[in-house]
């Protein structure tokens, strides 16, 4: 079998096994770069040629960039050949980061400097509740329900389904952009002159933005994210609540920010100032 039928093969596996377009990209990228770097057909590829593979082009990875390597040529020699070209290669322990947030007064800024209404309603959004950026720009109008202020996340990671709460500070602004997408024929919440946003366009707007407010941090979307959940919790939410809000099928992924949240930290007496 050649590399294209492999490859094709591969991406119709993906699509019938419903995985996100981010895994189809992924998977079909890596099983690409090792046909490429062998310039063998996929049959031949051995266990050996994918440990040369990771030895010389593979060492500076992270381990979950390695552990997704092993997953897509896994599931495609598995479900193409019949075979497990990884069989006995042992997987790195996925390492546990702790990730980048934000003070309530750099968001604060960060909301600041951002160019215009629509840039501003964007990125609150995000913040508010908790989005992923795929998330929010796969809004569609009908998603939202003003009169119960609850938008409805459909298909999100994990193939999962949820609600969250429509923040009553932005429920003006978001009922005047809902109008214009209305009266412009349009289906989703944002767009942009050449139709749909992309990630790329977010990106851009937050990392010049807070490099604009003078925030020290690097700074992506989904650090907003990250904000949301840590002062949700040094708010005194439940934890098992903000797991529901930000659409965690496991609780650990959600106590990462237990690590994370500085107020906790600061309620914590020492035990000196109880003995003395």
Do not use: W
């Not at 690409?32 to 030895?55: N, Q």
């Amino acid at each position: 079998m050649k590399k294209e039928e492999f490859l094709e093969k591969l991406n119709v596996e993906l699509t019938i096994s419903k995985n996100s377009k981010y895994t189809l990209r992924n998977y079909l990228n890596a099983n690409l770069e090792l046909l490429e770097f062998f310039k063998k057909e996929p049959s031949e590829i051995t266990e050996d040629d994918v440990k040369m593979f990771m030895a010389k082009k593979l060492t500076d990875s992270s381990s979950s960039s390695i552990i997704v390597f092993l997953s897509a040529l896994r599931f495609a020699y598995s479900n193409i050949l019949k075979k497990d070209v990884t069989l006995g290669i042992k997987r790195p322990k996925r390492e546990k980061r702790i990730p980048a947030v934000l003070t309530k007064e750099e968001v604060k800024r960060l909301f600041a400097n951002l160019p215009n209404k629509k840039s501003k309603l964007m990125i609150s959004l995000i913040y508010a509740c908790g989005f992923r950026v795929s998330e929010l720009l796969n809004l569609k109008l009908n998603d939202l329900n003003f009169e119960e202020m609850i938008c409805h996340v459909r298909q999100a990671k994990g193939k999962k389904d949820r609600i969250v709460n429509i923040p009553h500070f932005l429920l003006k602004d978001l009922k005047k952009q809902a109008v214009k997408q209305q009266e412009s024929r349009q289906d989703y919440l944002f767009t942009g002159l050449k139709g749909r946003l992309t990630e790329r366009n977010i990106q851009k707007i937050v990392q010049k933005t807070a490099k604009k407010a003078g925030i020290d941090k690097e700074v992506h979307p989904h650090t907003l994210r990250h904000s949301f959940a840590t002062h949700l919790l040094e708010n005194g939410t439940d934890i098992r609540k903000i797991q529901e809000l930000l659409g965690h099928a496991d609780l650990s992924t959600t106590q990462i920010y237990t690590h994370i949240s500085t107020e906790e930290l600061k309620k914590i007496k020492s035990p000196l100032d109880d003995l003395m």
